[in-house]
């Protein structure tokens, strides 16, 4: 009997191995995704080693480990890098030789760190690739890891500090357990940095940032959910937002363009029919 496995292309989540392919990917009939029309497909991480090749590049101070072709949501991952220790930011699904060697070039993981679900991926293999180094999850979305693992560790409450000036926030919204990670000497300036996944999602512009439910069904957020957002960062100081993809990166002022995201957001809500 071989068990594998089985990574769902739509939202690349890996699952605990199996004969055959689960039945369908929870993450992805849930009502924050969605099964694309040509239907639930699977890989593997061999499969991906071979069909996809890992992508680098600077963002803003931060490295970007991305993978080509795109792949299912198609985010970036961030590598921070703190004199106690490198940390990974969200992950993708592609693990792979020449990643591993890089990191390891420079200094290796010390843990890894998530902001939901939708970027869980291949977090376990990721662990294991390091030795089994923590996978920091937020316990209030504890019911969406598909592969189980003694490396995950559960955080509860609102803050956790993983290490020195790094702390992860739950910001919730998105999911009960939304979290992002702030960096007290991040930033190409070292003004702080905020890696808010799509919790806080950098928009388009680099400048606004979106604040939904699921974005890609447009399911919205009320304005309670969006204050406790602002709320739970506004202790903290930064000066750039990293957003979940390539070039979503608000450079600077981005404390305040949280303040007035969240204003516009509120407003709209608010305003009466043309
Ligand atoms: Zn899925
Ligand atoms: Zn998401």
Redesign the pocket.
């Known amino acids: 009997m071989t068990l594998t496995s089985f990574i769902?292309t739509?939202?690349g989540?890996e699952y605990t191995p199996s004969e055959t392919p689960p039945p369908a990917?929870l993450?992805?009939d849930d009502e924050r995704?969605y099964v694309p029309p040509s239907g639930q497909g699977w890989t593997t991480l061999d499969r991906l080693q071979r069909s996809h090749m890992p992508t680098f590049r600077d963002e803003h101070g931060l490295l970007g480990i991305g993978m080509s072709p795109a792949f299912a949501i198609g985010q970036r991952a961030l590598l921070v890098r703190t004199p106690d220790g490198n940390i990974l930011w969200d992950c993708i699904s592609l693990v792979s030789d020449v990643t591993l060697e890089l990191i390891r070039g420079i200094g290796g993981l010390k843990a890894i760190a998530l902001s939901h679900p939708h970027y869980y991926t291949t977090m376990v293999a990721w662990s294991r690739a390091f030795g089994g180094i923590p996978v920091h999850l937020h316990a209030a979305d504890r019911e969406w890891v598909m592969r189980r693992d003694d490396y995950i560790a559960f955080w509860d409450g609102d803050t956790k500090e993983i290490a020195p000036g790094v702390t992860l926030i739950r910001a919730g919204g998105h999911y009960p357990g939304g979290t992002v990670l702030h960096w007290a000497a991040g930033g190409p300036d070292g003004g702080g940095a905020l890696l808010s996944g799509d919790i806080l999602q950098v928009a388009a512009d680099r400048k606004h940032l979106g604040f939904m439910r699921s974005y890609p069904n447009f399911i919205p957020l009320g304005a309670a959910a969006v204050r406790a957002i602002r709320d739970r960062v506004a202790p903290y100081r930064f000066g750039s937002v990293y957003g979940a993809f390539w070039n979503a990166v608000v450079a600077q002022d981005g404390k305040a363009q949280v303040e007035k995201a969240v204003d516009r957001h509120i407003a709209w809500l608010d305003r009466p029919a043309d």
């Open positions: 769902c739509a939202c989540t990917c993450i992805c995704q």
